[in-house]
């Protein structure tokens, strides 16, 4: 399986016999790059243009010594296929910030063998001097509003914890768990679903346009998960059974997005959480924060939630709604 690598390397006044050395050791590592193109970015013009023989490049640098904006090198499994715009592997140099990059040696390659890419950095790392990385980014996030929903399967760990229950197996269950929840809400999905243990998170980011229908088709799509999950574990595929008893926690709110994973971070995510976490099977539990539930067969319950104490909630029947469904 090849990975998409992009690595950045603050490496101060690195000039072009260092970056050839550089880009020659890389390829010594990966012998399959047959040709290395490279090209001398001035500002405004071209010093050189895919230039294998490196001589001519270090002739135009001479030439043009205080105009050089940036080194660039492209590496080429087949003779095919270049001159491209990109190549197999890519490296830049930039002396100075450019184009919203950071200035230093910029990395972009392809690779199935991690071995080779540690290689390849240990010897950067070892070479030349790297100035401090140890940055943190803030981001504060984008407030936005959110209608969340965690559901989960009740008694998943003391089932995997059977000897006969291999992690393939275990897979399987989670990825058909996972299919389902995203089909039971396909008629208006969710703006991100993911894994949470042994869970799944979905959240829509709602506004007053779209608010009532994302509430609606999250309920239906809680209701008829019951039974749809008993007839998946039913089948041939999980002989050896598996947890039947969904449970799930609906919360509604502002929260944040971060850009990162495009995820959402906030309130009505941890409340949803917590409803699920102490929600008995078959049932939802949705906080009173979510607009136009009572319209639902609903029964207002009260839970301790924990640093939240008691809290009077909607309780949503899923195994009385799905057995009607069904």
Not at 68 to 86: H, K, M, N, Q, W
Not at 111 to 120: A, E, G, I, P, V
Not at 220 to 245: C, D, N
Request: one cysteine or more.
């Amino acid at each position: 399986m090849d990975f998409v690598i992009h690595r950045h390397y603050p490496i101060p006044n690195l000039n072009f016999r260092d970056f050839w050395d550089i880009c020659s050791h890389y390829q010594r590592i990966h012998p399959k790059y047959r040709t290395i193109l490279y090209t001398v970015e001035g500002f405004g013009f071209q010093i050189c243009e895919n230039e294998r023989d490196v001589s001519r490049v270090l002739q135009a640098i001479a030439e043009h010594r205080n105009q050089v904006r940036r080194y660039v090198a492209r590496f080429y499994i087949s003779t095919l296929s270049e001159p491209g715009d990109y190549g197999n592997a890519k490296m830049v140099y930039l002396p100075e910030p450019s184009d919203f990059l950071e200035p230093g040696l910029h990395f972009h390659t392809e690779t199935d063998n991690k071995l080779l890419l540690y290689n390849f950095e240990d010897f950067v790392y070892n070479s030349y001097t790297i100035e401090d990385m140890r940055s943190t980014e803030i981001e504060y996030g984008l407030p936005c509003e959110v209608l969340a929903s965690v559901i989960d399967m009740r008694g998943f760990s003391a089932f995997c914890e059977q000897p006969n229950i291999e992690s393939p197996y275990t897979c399987g269950l989670m990825t058909s768990f996972y299919g389902m929840v995203r089909h039971g809400f396909k008629r208006y999905p969710p703006d991100m679903v993911k894994f949470l243990g042994d869970g799944v998170v979905a959240i829509w980011q709602t506004t007053a346009k779209d608010r009532e229908v994302a509430i609606e088709v999250c309920m239906e799509g809680l209701s008829e998960m019951p039974i749809t999950w008993k007839q998946i574990v039913r089948g041939p595929e999980f002989s050896h059974g598996a947890p039947e008893g969904l449970g799930s926690g609906v919360s509604f709110g502002l929260a944040s997005k971060v850009s990162i994973d495009n995820d959402y971070i906030g309130r009505p995510i941890n409340i949803a959480s917590r409803l699920c976490g102490i929600c008995p099977p078959g049932k939802t539990y949705i906080d009173k924060s979510v607009p136009g539930v009572g319209s639902h067969s609903v029964k207002q319950v009260t839970v301790r939630l924990k640093s939240f104490g008691d809290q009077k909630v909607w309780m949503l029947d899923n195994a009385m709604n799905a057995g009607a469904l069904s």
